[in-house]
């Protein structure tokens, strides 16, 4: 996954993010601070990163593929990934993603955090 080259703040990834991405990137950072407002807001290996207590969620721009990658801790339940797969998100064991031209999931986001 591409990186933000120096990036030390989240505003820095999401203004050194791909234009396309960034309203994607924003829209998950909204929905991390109001489902997790107690979360650690960081960058971690150069990408945005939320903590709380011993879970974790990260996103970044995958400019190749044309997404942005989500991350969590933990492995995906079975039931969100026969959701995702439903609704046409790529899924693997502890990633989602979400196309430049898709919108981010928010309700199954939502509840994925609040379940975590």
């Known amino acids: ?3 933000m080259p120096g990036a030390k703040e989240v505003d820095d990834y999401i203004a ?3 234009p396309i991405a960034r309203p994607i990137e924003m829209t998950l950072r909204q929905l991390l601070k109001d489902t997790w407002p107690d979360a650690n807001e960081t960058v971690v290996n150069e990408v945005p990163t939320y903590q709380l207590q011993d879970k ?6 995958d400019n190749d593929k044309e997404r942005v990658v989500v991350t969590l801790s933990e492995t995906l339940p079975d039931k969100v990934i026969s959701e995702a797969d439903r609704m046409g998100y790529e899924t693997d064991a502890q990633h989602l993603y979400v196309g430049y031209n898709q919108p981010v999931p928010l309700n199954m986001m939502r509840n994925l955090l609040t379940e975590l």
Do not use: D, L
């Open 56 to 61: 974790s969620v990260a996103y970044g721009v």
């Open 1 to 3: 996954m591409p990186e």
């Open 16 to 18: 050194g993010s791909t």
